[in-house]
């Protein structure tokens, strides 16, 4: 069956860089676009960027200048790299398969995120 | 960028009674609408796409409507399950997200 798993830091300090991966399984990553969206207490869910079933990636402009989506297709991952992170970036880090209709059908349980000193 | 506003922010219903919810597009996004339901500490989970279609295994009781900038989610008959929040999302070109509604029981 269809299965996402966020892994990342918890805590991050302010200024550096978080790095979380998305670990699929039940599909191909080659057939499949994959979002990141994240929920924030200060802005709830925010669509974050993807990357293409071809490989080719789309950014929102709200993270385009921090923001790095990659995959490694023989590991079944999808990473997430964002940097210059601040306080408010606190929150919770979704990776979701989108559906042939554009919508989100399968979601990881995500992963907490932690922007502190 | 196309902005999303939901209504009511919060609501309180009984079990049995009907609650209809709104989603507002600052521009037509066509039927490119859809809805998903979050329990706390869960992740969001799909309900509705292209605006009225009812995704596999959702209740009967969820409909979807609305074109171009106005949408509606309703459940008939709510269920104590159905307590949660209800985002809707505009899809392809900017997956925005609605700021929610949330479904309280009596």
Not at chain 1, 82 to 111: H, I, P
Request: aromatic fraction near 12%; include cysteine; glycine fraction near 10%.
């Amino acid at each position: 069956q269809v299965q996402l798993k966020e892994t990342g830091p918890g805590l991050v300090q302010p200024t550096q860089t978080l790095s979380i991966t998305c670990t699929v399984s039940g599909f191909s990553l080659t057939s499949y676009y994959m979002q990141w969206v994240r929920q924030t207490p200060g802005k709830g869910l925010e669509w974050m960027g993807f990357i293409r079933s071809g490989g080719s990636t789309e950014y929102n402009s709200e993270f385009k200048s921090r923001l790095s989506i990659s995959r490694d297709t023989s590991k079944n991952q999808v990473f997430l790299k964002m940097n210059s992170l601040k306080t408010e970036d606190t929150g919770v880090y979704y990776c979701a398969r989108e559906s042939r209709t554009g919508s989100f059908d399968y979601w990881g349980q995500g992963v907490m995120v932690t922007v502190s000193s | 960028n196309i902005v999303m506003t939901q209504s009511p922010k919060s609501m309180s219903i009984s079990v049995g009674d009907r609650v209809t919810m709104n989603c507002k597009a600052s521009q037509n996004v066509g039927n490119n609408i859809a809805w998903y339901q979050q329990k706390p500490g869960q992740s969001p989970k799909l309900l509705i796409y292209y605006a009225s279609n009812r995704y596999t295994g959702v209740p009967d009781r969820f409909t979807g409507g609305g074109y171009g900038t106005d949408f509606t989610l309703t459940i008939n008959s709510v269920q104590a399950e159905d307590a949660a929040f209800y985002y809707c999302q505009r899809i392809y070109n900017s997956w925005t997200f609605g700021g929610g509604t949330k479904l309280e029981l009596k």
